[in-house]
């Protein structure tokens, strides 16, 4: 069996979570990793028996470039159109931590230059792997509901991710650019494109500098009305932190994703219960187990791209789209305009 070697760029708070997803996939295996803090890495390395640790990403793309299969940018939005170029000069295939980049046009030249240097470019969007999202799918699917003309797809809610994330404090643009880029893309993935969109912001903490809370009214092109909603200054009984709520409205009854994993299907029939629980990992944090958890099938789906199986989902290409509606909420909010694709 081959194994699939991949170098590790940038070994903070989520990389470990990144990397016990590749270690549940039995062929790749990391032989590198980069972090500006030379002790982070070493840390990090000594965890996952891996030998060669660096301060700079050109020495170890110099070093290593020709048996690495890919390397996994998991640094700070900043510093990804500059590893993607790194690597992908040195003709290595890129996946990218979400966002793609600070701007539409950034993520544009991502691409394309990916696509230059004939290097495979993928966006680790997990979100869509997520065990209820993907049951949801399942289930409009089968046109239960009939024609659907109407969703609300929410993420709302008072976790304190500062605390874990504290540089999410200084964004300029924050919940956008941070939870927009996974629920818009959920909206894509189960509704199609959007023609139209309208948005408003606000910024409830003190303390930050960005948006903490966005709205977000989706025209999509088969008709569907999508409101998307991003708060991290909600209050509520019930957190549903990590969660993303979701309804759908049809012309023959409504389906929700609810807490704790709940479908909900309802027709003039009655109304039928499901769950979709996530797969379990023993090193899951309890508290994020549904993102967790699609970590795995998110790099499953990419792997299997670069061994050539299949098509991947969150291709450079494809996620485009999504940053296009980020940057596009941004300009709403900021003209107070409908913004037409």
Same mark, same amino acid.
């Given at each position: 069996?081959?194994?699939?070697?991949?170098?590790?760029?940038?070994?903070?708070?989520?990389?470990?979570?990144?990397?016990?997803?590749?270690?549940?996939?039995?062929?790749?295996?990391?032989?590198?990793?980069?972090?500006?803090?030379?002790?982070?890495?070493?840390?990090? +390395?000594?965890? !996952?028996?891996?030998?060669?640790?660096?301060?700079?990403?050109?020495?170890?793309?110099?070093?290593?470039?020709?048996?690495?299969?890919?390397?996994?940018?998991?640094?700070?939005?900043? $510093? !990804?159109?500059?590893?993607?170029?790194?690597?992908?000069?040195? #003709?290595?295939?890129?996946?990218?931590?979400?966002?793609?980049?600070?701007?539409?046009?950034?993520?544009?030249?991502?691409?394309?230059?990916?696509?230059?240097?004939?290097?495979?470019?993928?966006?680790?969007?997990?979100?869509?792997?997520?065990?209820?999202?993907?049951?949801?799918?399942?289930?409009?699917?089968? #046109?239960?509901?009939?024609?659907?003309?109407?969703?609300?797809?929410?993420? =709302?809610?008072?976790?304190?991710?500062?605390?874990?994330?504290? /540089?999410?404090?200084?964004?300029?643009?924050?919940?956008?650019?941070?939870?927009?880029?996974?629920?818009?893309?959920?909206?894509?993935?189960?509704? #199609?494109?959007?023609?139209?969109?309208? =948005?408003?912001?606000?910024?409830?903490?003190?303390?930050?500098?960005?948006?903490?809370?966005?709205?977000?009214?989706?025209?999509?092109?088969? #008709?569907?009305? =999508?409101?998307?909603?991003?708060?991290?200054?909600?209050?509520?009984?019930?957190?549903? /932190?990590?969660?993303?709520?979701?309804?759908?409205?049809?012309?023959?009854?409504?389906?929700?994703?609810?807490?704790?994993?709940?479908?909900?299907?309802?027709?003039?029939?009655?109304?039928?219960? $499901?769950?979709?629980?996530?797969?379990?990992?023993?090193?899951?944090?309890?508290?994020? +187990?549904?993102? !967790?958890?699609?970590?795995?099938?998110?790099?499953?789906?990419?792997?299997?791209?670069?061994?050539?199986?299949?098509?991947?989902?969150?291709?450079?290409?494809?996620?485009?789209?999504?940053?296009?509606?980020?940057?596009?909420?941004?300009?709403? +909010?900021?003209?107070?305009?409908?913004? !037409?694709?």
């Amino acid at each position: 069996m081959r194994i699939y070697k991949f170098a590790v760029l940038g070994t903070g708070f989520w990389s470990g979570y990144q990397l016990a997803g590749w270690n549940e996939l039995k062929n790749v295996k990391p032989i590198a990793f980069y972090n500006r803090s030379l002790d982070k890495a070493k840390a990090l +390395a000594l965890k !996952h028996d891996v030998e060669f640790v660096y301060d700079n990403v050109d020495e170890l793309l110099d070093q290593h470039a020709a048996e690495l299969d890919f390397v996994d940018i998991i640094t700070d939005v900043n $510093t !990804h159109a500059i590893f993607t170029k790194k690597a992908a000069a040195r #003709g290595v295939n890129v996946i990218c931590q979400k966002p793609m980049s600070p701007s539409w046009e950034t993520s544009l030249a991502m691409v394309e230059t990916c696509k230059a240097a004939n290097v495979q470019f993928y966006i680790h969007e997990n979100f869509r792997f997520q065990a209820p999202v993907r049951k949801l799918k399942e289930i409009l699917e089968y #046109g239960i509901i009939g024609k659907i003309f109407k969703a609300n797809v929410a993420f =709302c809610s008072g976790f304190p991710v500062f605390d874990n994330q504290p /540089f999410l404090k200084d964004l300029e643009q924050f919940i956008i650019t941070d939870i927009g880029s996974h629920v818009l893309d959920i909206s894509r993935f189960l509704f #199609g494109e959007a023609e139209s969109l309208y =948005c408003h912001t606000a910024r409830i903490n003190p303390d930050i500098r960005g948006e903490d809370v966005a709205n977000v009214l989706l025209r999509m092109k088969n #008709g569907i009305s =999508c409101f998307v909603e991003m708060s991290y200054a909600t209050i509520a009984e019930q957190e549903s /932190f990590p969660q993303t709520l979701i309804s759908v409205e049809g012309e023959k009854g409504t389906i929700q994703l609810l807490h704790n994993y709940m479908i909900k299907i309802t027709t003039r029939k009655g109304t039928v219960i $499901t769950t979709a629980d996530p797969k379990p990992y023993p090193w899951m944090d309890p508290e994020y +187990a549904v993102v !967790h958890s699609s970590i795995v099938d998110c790099n499953r789906n990419i792997l299997d791209s670069i061994m050539g199986k299949k098509h991947a989902e969150t291709t450079g290409k494809d996620n485009l789209e999504t940053m296009r509606l980020v940057q596009a909420a941004y300009q709403s +909010a900021r003209e107070n305009k409908v913004i !037409h694709f």
